[in-house]
Every structure is written in C-alpha cells, then in structure tokens.
C-alpha cells in the first residue's frame, strides 16, 4: 500500500511540481505579510532598543513613542537627576512629520538632541558625523540613497533648511525613519520651550531598572517611568495590533486559496486514478487503508508546499532588502507555527473532495472496462 | 470550435468549476490587494476633502494634512479673516492619542472642530450636542465594542459618545470628534498635557470664501498677507497626502502585489496545466480523428480564455464580498476592489497567464502519438 501511494504522488512528477509550486506560492503570500509586518514592527521599536536606557520617563497617560506625543517639563528632568539610583538623564525632543528630501516627501520622525550630547544619538553611522549642530542633519543612509542625496545635501522640515552631516545606518524602514536634528531646531519648529518628549534614563551599575522605574514614577509627579523592555513591547505590541488585521485577513484568504488548490490536486489526482481504486476495492483494500493514502499524499503535497514557502521567503528576504530597500522582512517562528498550522487545517478540509469521490467509487467499474 | 470547448468543459463540470473558483480566487486576491492601496489613498485623500474647506490654512512649511503637525498662532485667525475675499476661518485643530482599552491600544487622531471639519457621516447617534459628548469612527467603535450613550476615557478624560462615524479613517488610524468647549477641559483635565502651553490650541484654519470669490486667489493672498501660515486648495492638500501615502505605503504594497500576481502566475498556470494534461486521452482521440495539433492548441487556448471570462465576474463579486466582510469587520480599512484599472489589469494578467499555463501541456499534444489512444 505504502509502495502504491508513494507511486502514486510521482507518477506525474511535472504535475506534482506545479502543484506544489502553486500551493507554496499561496503559503508564501501569507508567509510574506508575516515576515513584512514582524519586520516593521521589530523596526519600530529598534531606536528605543538601540538606545539601550534602563529607564524611559514620558508623559502621564502615554506609555509608547510610535504615533504617541509626549511632553515632560524641564524642570522635570532635572528632579530625576536627583533621584537615588539615576546615573544619566538624556532628554530628546520628538516628532512625527513630513520631511522634504531629494524634492520627495517623506515621512519621517525626527529626534531633537541636547547639544553636544550623542547619547540619544544613531548607534550606527554609514558616513559623516552623528551629533547634528544648528541647522544640520543626520539622515537614514537608506533615505539619503533612495533620494540621491549625500552629506552636504540639504533637506527641509517645516521649511527650514537642514544640511546633511551624517547618514546613518538601520534607521530607515518603510513606517519609523529616523532623522536626528538638534533639539533648539526641533523645539523652534514644534514652538515648544522649556519641556521635552522623552527621557533617556542610565540607572547606575547595580540598580534595578524595574525598581529604578517605580522609584521614579512615585517620586516625580505626572509622569510615567517604563522600562526599555516594558517600552518595547508596548511598541511592539501596538504595531502588531495594527498590523494583525491585515494580516489574518491575508491569512485567511491565502488559506482559502491553498485550500482550493489542494483540492483540485486531490480531486485530480484520484480523478486520474479512478480505475485503479475500483480495482483495488474490488480486491478488498479497505475503504481505511485508501483514505489514508490519499491523506498521506496530501500531507506530502502540502508539507513540500510549505517547505517551499519557506524556501522561497527564505530567498525573497534578502533580495527585497536589495531591491526595496525601504522594507525591512523578518520571519518569525510565530509565524511557521501559524501557517503550518494553517496548512494541517487546510489539508485536512481539502481532503473532503476527494473522499467523497472515493466513497462514490464503485468497485464493479474497475470489471466493466 | 466554440461548441467543442463548451462540451469538453461541461462534460467534466466538477472539473471546470473547480478551475473557475480557483482562477476567481486568485483574481479576488489581487483585487483586494489592489483596492486595499486605491482604499488607503481614498481615505488620505477624503480625510482632507471631507472637512469641506474651501482653503485650508497650516503652519507655514507644513504641506500635509494628516502624519504633520501644524500649529497656527492664535491670532492668525483674525489675520486670515481680514484677507479680502475670505468669508469665515473656522479653527480646527488634531491632535494624536494613543486609546487603550483591556490591554489593547490603538492610535487614535481627534478633530476638535467648530461650525464646520466634524464628521461627515454619522451612521449611529448624533453629533456633539452636550458637554464632553464626542463623536468616534466606526472603527474605533467595532473594536472596542463602543456605541452613542457609551462613555469613552481617553487620557484618563471622561467623554460620553453622542455618535458614531464612517467614512473618517486614514492611515490605519480612526478620527475622533469633538468641540471647542471641551478642548481646554480636556487639556486641564486629562494627562494629555503637562503644561497646556505645550500643546496645540489651533493646527488649521478651514477657510469659507466669500460668494464669487477665486478659492485659488485667496489662497494666494493669503500666503501673501499671513507669515506664519501656507493656504492650499483642499484637492492641493489632497494631493501632498495621497502622495506622502504613494511614498510610505507604495512599495510595501507594491511588492505584495507582485507577489500576488506571482502567486497567481504560478496558480493560473498549474490550473490550466493540469486541466488539459488529464484530458491528454481525449485530445489524443482528437488528433487521431485528423484534427490539427494547431487546432487543438488553439481550442485549448480558447478554453483557457473562457474559464477565465467565466472567473472574472465571480472573482469580482469574490472580491466586493470579501471587502463588504472586511470593511464591516474593521471600518478602518476601506477597500475599493473594482476600480477600473485594477479589474482591467487583472484580467489581462489573468488571461495571458491562463493561456500559457494552457498553452505548455499544448507541445505534449503535438507530440502525441494517435495510435496510443487505440493501444490503451
């Protein structure tokens, strides 16, 4: 029986291939939304994490950087710098705009720095340098590429000038681009004097930042204390939630989608193999023993599929990341686990078609041929 | 011919219906990846048209609606007004929150409004007629499980929802509503803001001009007269936010798209491919009657072309079914998936696609041996 199924799924092995390729490519469809909005979604949080403070100080009542805006007294800050267990304050200014560059606009969220201050600065530089001054820039390399721009270029925000000092490197995706400036740029631009956005808070060696956290949000009034990681995942998370309806909408109609496409391959594949099953009932093989062969080469058909999938996007990543350098793709074990889980439920639901055709077999056919 | 390929498609209609759902499958999926994009550029550009300014004024150096932050002087209002040709300035001004509810959060932007730049369509409710009262998407409302009567905390600020509206989302994000009078109680109030200097009493004017008046003139004469103000056309601003979407959202979109076209490349093909490689017996039966491999290739082709005729209504009714169930199952997402180009587009791709895909087992036909067909 083994012998007869595994003959069975490469007897048209041209036919077993289109067919995998298809339902792979239905898979892949799934599996690049997932990668697309993981990938975002990693980059959304990636200056907060490559800042590295223990201890992010905002606004009362916010509590994430992404879409969010922020205001915190100076005053504020230099309590914090008081408080037991602080080694460091940064304060930096922050806004989500449209910035002009290369005559294209772009959406941009730019990061106002202390003067002379490269704390809260890019941690990675392509050229230039990364503390911008009065009316000078540092811009994603990214950005600067796709805009045919180089140090010494300008770009405008709010129709002000800025000129290019540096570019800098993993700053740039298609939703959180990160343009630094210097904070009286940004404060005269948002027309905001005497608060910041956010600060960076370093917790001395030995402090715990969880502590750290609750120590800063009991003793200074109206504010909130998170920490890096409390941050992240409230970024993260709301990224994600945006993104996971679209996403389990691409999900359910790829699904549908290999779900008609291992259809119609079982249903062809027993189709073409009428004959042989009339036979083989009419020799007694039981109605279990073909079920299950015809499950088994499903199950071949779609774990190939999915392989494939993951072949494919496996490829895909960096050769997006060399054409559309704007989108940043990463796939997730969360991701294999939720289409593979797909693809069991779906190879399950497909086998319907072509057992019910193989319970229509009558095993008399196969004598009056 | 004609006549043949109807019969060899009803003579196995299981078969042939199969292969039309999946090629209609495959054009839904394109369609509502398509009229995802042409969605998302609508709802940008109606965010802006559907204030129903004449000329909207913003910060001087903001050339944006949504995704900037403009913020006007207060006195700039009285300036604008005194702009010849300009009838009324009425304020209005956004401001971007984050709502969160049992451990969910979304993004929210409200419009504090006055006579004119509230919703425009309230589908639940009525407008802002008490103190506090507030105005919220659809889509804000779908998720959360909020309708009018309903109290709403943003910012640890109590408002009581008096209706609910469609048609006002962009960018994933919902619109919120409220007015003048509870603006400063809000600033006060709430924890949006430490010190309510910080935060912005007027982001844009949406100016009436007078009867007879040139909109575009008055544009101009305002960018003239006001310094700290820029004054567009709304189909201006329109524009500047459709196309600030064109650049963030395109390329994803984009690529997703061409990954659904390569999808249904591949799905098209191997339909087609393996439909007439099972009749393989029957056109061998036919070539050995003296028909042409020409004329059979032909026939295959023709079939090709008609199945896809016969997907392209259903995949379109697929498609403005699934966007009817997405839509009502998050009102943020606008889908237009029968916009002309889309569906032309689709179903040329779909047609030439199906026809190669018909088109490869043809090279197996014409070298078929009519004699197999009488050995077997």
Not at chain 1, 59 to 72: D, E, L, R, Y
Not at chain 1, 92 to 121: C, P, Q
Not at chain 2, 3 to 32: C, G, H, M, P, W
Not at chain 2, 341 to 346: D, G, K, Q, S
Request: glycine residues 8%; hydrophobic residues 55%.
């Amino acid at each position: 029986m083994l012998m007869w199924t595994l003959k069975g799924l490469v007897a048209a092995p041209l036919q077993l291939l289109a067919s995998v390729g298809a339902i792979a490519g239905a898979f892949s469809l799934i599996l690049f939304f997932q990668a697309v909005f993981a990938g975002e979604s990693d980059q959304i949080v990636a200056y907060i994490e490559k800042s590295d403070a223990d201890v992010w100080v905002m606004q009362k009542g916010v509590s994430n950087m992404h879409m969010a805006s922020s205001f915190i007294s100076d005053w504020k800050a230099q309590k914090i710098e008081t408080v037991d267990g602080v080694s460091k304050v940064t304060p930096i200014l922050y806004l989500n705009t449209v910035m002009v560059a290369g005559e294209r606009h772009w959406f941009s969220f730019i990061v106002g720095l202390n003067k002379g201050d490269s704390r809260a600065g890019p941690w990675e530089m392509a050229a230039g340098q990364a503390l911008p001054g009065p009316s000078e820039a540092v811009v994603p390399a990214v950005l600067a590429r796709l805009a045919n721009l180089k140090t010494g270029d300008q770009v405008s925000i709010a129709d002000r000038d800025f000129r290019i000092v540096g570019l800098s490197e993993n700053t740039f995706s298609m939703a959180n681009s990160i343009t630094f400036i210097a904070m009286d740029d940004l404060s005269d631009i948002m027309s905001t004097f005497g608060s910041f956005s956010y600060l960076l808070v370093d917790a001395e060696p030995g402090v715990d930042p969880i502590a750290l956290a609750a120590r800063l949000q009991s003793d200074v009034e109206k504010i909130n204390a998170l920490t890096r990681a409390e941050f992240t995942n409230n970024d993260w998370k709301i990224a994600m939630q945006m993104g996971l309806e679209v996403v389990s909408i691409m999900t359910i109609i790829g699904g549908g989608l290999a779900l008609l496409l291992i259809a119609f391959t079982a249903y062809n594949h027993v189709g073409q193999r009428e004959r042989e099953l009339a036979m083989m009932k009419a020799m007694g093989v039981r109605n279990r023993s073909i079920y299950a062969s015809i499950m088994f080469q499903i199950g071949v058909i779609t774990t190939l599929a999915f392989l494939a999938a993951i072949l494919i996007v496996v490829v895909a990543i960096p050769l997006t990341a060399w054409l559309v350098p704007q989108i940043t793709l990463r796939l997730t074990l969360d991701a294999l686990f939720q289409v593979g889980t797909a693809a069991f439920i779906v190879s399950l639901l497909a086998a319907i078609v072509p057992v019910r055709k193989l319970v229509n077999v009558d095993p008399v056919t196969a004598f009056q041929a | 011919m004609l006549d043949l390929v109807l019969k060899q498609l009803r003579y196995n209609s299981f078969r042939s219906l199969l292969t039309v759902l999946a090629i209609a499958a495959v054009i839904a999926e394109i369609l509502i990846l398509e009229g995802f994009l042409a969605g998302l550029y609508k709802q940008l550009q109606s965010a802006v048209l559907n204030r129903n300014a004449d000329v909207i004024v913003s910060q001087t150096g903001i050339s944006n609606f949504l995704a900037s932050r403009s913020i006007l002087p207060q006195l700039t209002r009285r300036d604008v007004e005194d702009v010849e040709g300009v009838k009324e300035a009425h304020p209005l001004t956004a401001l971007s929150v984050i709502y969160s509810q049992g451990g969910r959060s979304m993004p929210i932007i409200i419009f504090v409004h006055d006579a004119i730049g509230g919703p425009t369509e309230i589908i639940a409710g009525g407008p802002v007629v008490s103190d506090r009262g507030i105005v919220i998407d659809q889509g804000l409302s779908r998720k959360f499980g909020l309708k009018p009567g309903d109290n709403i905390t943003i910012s640890d600020f109590d408002f009581k929802i008096s209706g609910v509206s469609s048609r006002s989302a962009a960018f994933f994000t919902p619109f919120a509503f409220i007015v003048y009078d509870d603006l400063i109680d809000f600033y006060l109030e709430s924890d949006v803001a430490d010190d309510i200097a910080t935060f912005p009493l007027l982001s844009f004017l949406l100016v009436d001009v007078e009867e007879g008046a040139d909109p575009q003139a008055v544009a101009a004469r305002i960018e003239k007269t006001v310094d700290v103000a820029d004054a567009f056309l709304p189909d201006q601003l329109a524009r500047n936010d459709e196309d600030m979407g064109r650049e963030l959202m395109g390329p994803i979109l984009g690529l997703l798209i061409v990954v659904s076209y390569g999808t249904g490349a591949l799905v098209v093909g191997m339909f087609m491919f393996a439909t007439i490689r099972a009749r393989l017996p029957s056109l061998g039966v036919m070539r050995a009657l003296g028909f042409k491999p020409r004329t059979l290739g032909a026939a295959v082709v023709l079939e090709a072309g008609l199945l896809t005729i016969f997907a392209l209504p259903i995949g379109i009714l697929l498609s403005l079914g699934l966007a009817n169930i997405i839509h009502d199952l998050s009102p943020i997402y606008l889908i237009l998936p029968v916009e002309p180009t889309a569906v032309v587009r689709t179903a040329i791709v779909c047609l030439a696609l199906a026809s190669i895909g018909a088109l490869a087992p043809v090279r197996m036909i014409a070298r078929l041996d009519p004699a197999v067909v009488f050995r077997s």
